[in-house]
């Protein structure tokens, strides 16, 4: 028999062998084998693959599997049930434990589980430091000097990105590897693996370093932070497979679509599918640039931008009209006389509410569609063009630049527009209220019970008069107490927000919170156009100082989204401390700071510095007093600094200006030159 035969044979006895083992019961030793590093699963593994073996080994295969099947003592099987990981860490809400594609059913082990733990976190941690490569190099630069001096290769000349991978050198990809394997196999081996130049099996993931070096003692605090890690961990891989799908399909790095306004790759004039480049048409406006989502403009043409340009007007339009009158009936009445005399139907009659669709007679929607008709015939002549003013005639009479800005600044309110009616009939049609009734009642959430109902009030007021408005009676649940409750309370609510007595809490913190926000900024428009402002990145970003509003479209951004943070943790720490805490006794506005101030309440406690500046019960009043008139006078203040700046293209300032006339600092000219 040929040697190769012989080898045939001999492994084809051996696959019938292995097969045999599949009818026979498992012994003791194969049942007890869980603490083993892989004696259970491959166990396991063994018996499903049996039975299909056992099919196509011929007469061979039959001999030996009747010599295994021989009697022999009986033994008793017990079934192996999967390992229940719905205990272990990254069981998180809303989920809970996650496992779509059944990874941990069937007969998968505690190592089973742990080797796909161990991979989970191995692969977070790699795609955490490669969602920071892939932004960091954009923002704060790359490294100086060469990364292959033999081929004249700088750091700068690697692009973000998938495309460095073509650009690193074949000895700089090896070296990468190289490291990559001292990690893997000796600085920071994972013994849940096994196998070659591993140790004993251990906790998945866990290099022995500890915590910043520092061992967790606490397990409270070591379940958050692992539990942190690994969420931390599924977000990066998350991000870092939008951002390649993103880079392959665009050729440009995340931070280089921000700048660049390429959000879609799908027709914006800058990807591989781009027909027509609306990008460069108006609307396209800082932060988003160019956006489309939806992807509304794949492949298509002109045509189709100019049709959904038409549309984008058309209801914008009609949600800034509609928006009005959800809010001035309300606010200013409504028409006297009726709107249907035939149905004894009257204006007053009709709500500023969503039901007022069917308080609205067939004829008079007849002559909505009527008017809108007209309009409508209007607009085939003049799509996006009725001159202005409107309807007047006087076509093609503005400057380019001039109706450039006029459209662009329709286009964006009418967006606004069309997110605030969205909103307003959602409100709507979730408390049954008008816009404005929410407001003076107070039903802001209608998701929280009790806010929906409107406080019982007694009727009887402290006095007879407002102290802001003399002839005008005091406002429900207002003390009209200047160092009351809510000090600065003058007896001034002309559209009754303090009807609901439960919100009032909720409306003097917001009162506060934009009021000092407003000090800051006024006090940031003075600093901005002396000129005295701190730029970090000076050379980089340069920002106008005479122009406030011309130096915020100019921060990059980058900036901006570390400032939404700072704001957001600000207001998570705000809220969970001191708005969810007025049952409890904390006071509005109360921010904790100084720990030694005598307000009687129970006291947030801060989580930057604080000082200690004792006052007596009546200088404190005075304090919150003043307070609260100079954040009311910031907020007014700052309205005609922002409106001054934008029709002057200057920024006010608090610092007055010396600057004199040329006449008036020449000596003895007192005559204006050019006159």
Known sequence: MPAMSKLSAVAVTGAALTAASAFVAPNAR???????????????????????????????????????????????????????????????????????????????????????????????????????????????????????????????????????????????????????????????????????????????????????????????????????????????????????????????????????????????????????????????????????????????????????????????????????????????????????????????????????????????????????????????????????????????????????????????????????????????GATGQSLVEQFTTGNLNPFVGGYARVANHSGTALRANSEALPWAPVPENLTNNIVGPYVGDAGFDPAGFAKNKRLLPWYREAELAHGRVCMLAVLGYTVQTSGAKWEPFITRYPTDSADPLKAATQVPIIGWLQILTVIALSELWRYENVISKYSQGVAPGDLGWNVDAPTGSKRPKWFGPTFTAKYSPEEWNNMKLREIKHCRLAMVGFFFMVLTNASTGVGPSLIPSFTQSEFQSSVGDFIPKGL
């Open 30 to 428: 194969e049942q007890t084998s869980q603490a083993s590093l892989r004696g259970a699963s491959t166990a396991s593994s063994g018996y499903g693959r049996g039975v299909s073996g056992l099919s196509g080994l011929g007469a061979a295969g039959l001999a030996a599997a009747a010599f295994a099947s021989a009697p022999r003592p009986r033994t008793t099987a017990t079934v192996r049930c999967a390992y229940d990981a719905s205990k272990e860490i990254g069981a998180c809400d809303p989920l809970l434990f996650w496992d779509p594609i059944g990874y941990c059913q069937g007969d998968c082990t505690k190592q089973d589980f742990d080797r796909r733990r161990a991979v989970e976190l191995k692969h977070g941690r790699i795609c955490m430091f490669a969602t920071i490569g892939m932004v960091w190099p954009d923002i704060f630069g790359k490294f100086e000097g060469y990364l292959s001096p033999s081929q004249n290769l700088k750091f700068a000349d690697v692009p973000s990105g998938l495309a460095a991978i073509s650009k690193v050198p074949l000895e700089g990809w090896l070296q990468v590897l190289l490291v990559a394997g001292l990690i893997e196999t000796q600085l920071f081996k994972d013994q849940s693996f096994g196998g070659f130049a591993y140790a004993k099996y251990g906790e998945p993931g866990n290099f022995g370093t500890g915590y910043w070096g520092r061992k967790i003692k606490d397990p409270a605090e070591r379940r958050l932070k692992l539990t942190t890690e690994l969420n931390n961990g599924r977000l990066a891989m998350t991000a870092m497979a939008g951002m390649l799908i993103q880079n392959g399909l665009t050729g440009q790095a995340p931070i280089e679509q921000l700048t660049a306004g390429h959000i879609s790759p799908f027709n914006d004039g800058q990807g591989a599918f781009a027909q027509f480049d609306p990008s460069k048409e108006l609307g396209a406006c800082p932060p988003l640039g160019y956006w489309d989502p939806f992807g509304m403009m794949a492949f298509q043409d002109e045509g189709k931008f100019r049709r959904n340009r038409e549309l984008e007007l058309k209801h914008g339009r009609i949600c800034m009209v509609a928006t009005i009158g959800m809010i001035v009936p309300d606010l200013f009445g409504r028409f006297g006389g009726y709107l249907s005399p035939s149905m004894n139907l009257k204006f007053s009659d009709i709500p500023c509410t969503i039901e007022a669709i069917y308080k609205v007679p067939a004829a008079g929607w007849l002559q909505v569609f009527a008017l809108a008709g007209a309009l409508e015939a209007k607009n085939l002549a003049f799509p996006t063009n009725y001159g202005y003013p409107p309807f007047w005639g006087q076509i093609n009479t503005l400057s380019k630049e001039e109706k450039s800005k006029k459209l662009l600044a329709e286009i964006n309110n009418g967006r606004l527009a069309m997110m605030a009616m969205a909103a307003i009939v959602a409100q709507n």
